[in-house]
């Protein structure tokens, strides 16, 4: 993130001076350098409301991915006995796939990954009381994960996001003419949102 910073700055002082700040400006906050410009003040608007969308859905679905992945953890420990805090992610899911330590271990014996089994007495040890208290447990782990994809995604939108901005920008102070890239937010059916 730095190394873009350290490019706009410099970019910015290649340009003229009008041109270069109102570059930064967009590069900050995508719409606020076109605040500057005749007959365009519409379309900061557009870019300012477009951000806060963008922004909002990245820090809801980061605190929602904390929220679920307080919720399975504490659910893994309740119910399974498992130590989710002391080990990666990949013993979480191991957790919500199989119904104990012994079952995973002898899949994976089976399978002839002896590399891949659990040690006893090391920690690694769970056993659900129901297999509806795992089911419970792995999709609130699937929706922790996908939450945070969703925040990855939100985070690249806010970066292509200011480079429409600061293209928009540029395209526009040079030529007093509107660019043909763009950004939108679209609702194409119910459970889909487009950038």
């Known amino acids: 993130m730095k190394k873009v910073i350290y490019i706009l700055v410099s970019l910015s002082f290649l340009m003229p001076q009008d041109s270069g700040r109102g570059v930064l400006k967009n590069a900050i906050i995508p719409g606020w350098g076109f605040i500057e410009l005749d007959n365009y003040k519409e379309q900061s608007k557009g870019y300012f409301l477009r951000e806060a969308i963008i922004l909002g859905s990245l820090l809801t679905s980061r605190s929602s991915s904390d929220l679920f992945e307080d919720y399975y953890v504490s659910y893994g420990i309740d119910y399974a006995n498992a130590n989710i805090f002391q080990h990666d992610s990949e013993y979480s ?48 782990l699937q929706a922790s994960r996908d939450l945070d994809k969703i925040g990855d995604f939100a985070m690249a939108s806010l970066i292509v996001h200011r480079m429409v901005a600061v293209v928009n920008y540029m395209y526009y102070s040079r030529t007093g003419s509107n660019s043909k890239i763009s950004s939108d937010i679209s609702k194409p059916s119910q459970n889909t949102v487009l950038l």
């Open 93 to 140: 899911i191991n957790v919500g796939n199989y119904n104990s330590m012994y079952s995973y271990n002898e899949t994976m014996l089976r399978k002839r990954r002896p590399d891949d089994v659990y040690p006893d007495d090391e920690g690694y040890d769970w056993e659900w009381d129901t297999s509806s208290n795992r089911l419970k447990y792995k999709k609130m």
